[in-house]
């Protein structure tokens, strides 16, 4: 495919569902880094039953909160797209370590893949899904 490629013209419907999906996303990661930037003891001890140190806690709401802004800027979405696929990936191991559902790990990456698709142009010229 040449880098010339058009994309399929985005409507403005089209545009607003992928801000609403991406929006999803964004305030639940938003929600999980201000409990580990905030110190919530259910959040700690979530750490502790996951296998990890609560110690720990701050620095990864940090990468949290870092990935989820690259994310809402536009012009390093794609690079938050990344980084928060990254950052799930290792969610989803810690879960599947210990034996418990992971769906919802999964469900943040791919509704945030889904949402960036839709509401910007340079996505849908990567991943043609039409042809």
Known sequence: MSPDAQAAPASKKMVWTGRILSALPVLLLLFSASGKLMRVPQVTGGFTHLGWP???ALAVGIL???CTIIYVIPR???LGAILLTGYMGGAVA???RIGEPFILQVMVGVVAWA?????DE?????IP???
Do not use: F, M, N, Q
């Open 54 to 56: 609560a110690s720990i």
């Open 64 to 66: 949290e909160l870092s």
């Open 76 to 78: 390093t979405a794609i």
């Open 94 to 96: 810690t879960h599947v």
């Open 115 to 119: 949402g960036l698709y839709l509401r």
């Open 122 to 126: 340079r996505v849908r010229k990567l």
């Open 129 to 131: 899904l039409r042809s």
